[in-house]
């Protein structure tokens, strides 16, 4: 299967900026890469934490910005007024399946629980073949050991089949990640959801 042309990606990550530097500058560093591929970004519209970085370094290095933000949230996480689109939706619900609609493939950087059910639900749905779409983690400062240690922990366990896993790419460095994506071949679909679908 050839790989598909990636037009912009959806990044979840923190709305606080987390404890180290590093967090907001690997946010910045990302930003930078996707706007010199010329990928949009798509992500919660916020313009605090890691998100607002995000977002400010992807416009500063001429690229595009897309955020999609629920109403109810909108002075709580204090909307990016500046991006090239801000998609105002009704519930996290509708947040989530905007931004899943938008993207072309999914990058997890350090967050918080909404980064985590964000990530989850859109492996959850490559894993049931729902999408053919990427989906990666950045490991920035070894955030993400400790999750990556459980996953392997799910595999020994037999609750998380080992090709389902793989689907989740890791990287640490934000250009390695986004060239993975731009190549990246979707595995085949799992023949079990081919028979239930026929
Ligand atoms: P956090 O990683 O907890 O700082 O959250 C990162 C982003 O995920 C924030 O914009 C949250 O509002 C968002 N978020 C949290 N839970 C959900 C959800 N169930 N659906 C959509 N977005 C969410």
């Known amino acids: 299967m050839s790989s598909q042309a990636v037009r912009s990606i959806c990044v979840f ?3 606080s900026p987390g404890a180290l530097p590093d967090y907001i500058e690997s946010a910045q560093a990302l930003g930078g890469v996707l706007a010199q591929h010329g990928i949009g970004l798509v992500y919660g519209g916020a313009s605090v934490g890691v998100m607002g970085a995000l ?5 500063a290095a001429g ?14 996480e204090v909307a990016h ?30 967050g918080g629980i909404g980064t ?15 999408h053919r779409k990427p989906c990666g983690l950045l490991d920035v400062a070894g955030y993400y050991e400790p999750l990556i240690t459980f996953l392997d922990h799910m595999v020994q366990q037999q609750f998380l089949r080992e ?8 990287d640490q460095d934000p250009q390695a990640l986004v060239e993975r994506f731009e190549h990246y071949s979707a595995p085949p679909v799992p023949q079990w959801i081919d028979r239930a679908q026929t």
């Open 116 to 130: 985590m059910e964000e990530l989850f639900e859109v492996w959850t749905w490559a894993q049931l073949g729902m």
């Open 55 to 59: 977002a400010d370094a992807v416009l």
């Open 163 to 170: 090709p389902h896993r793989s689907f989740l790419l890791l």
């Open 81 to 110: 007024t500046g991006l090239t689109e801000l998609h105002v939706v009704e519930s996290m619900h509708q947040r989530k399946s905007r931004m899943a609609e938008l993207a072309d493939g999914f990058i997890a950087l350090p």
């Open 13 to 15: 990550c923190g709305s």
């Open 63 to 76: 690229g595009k910005a897309v955020g999609v933000i629920p109403r109810a949230l909108w002075e709580r």
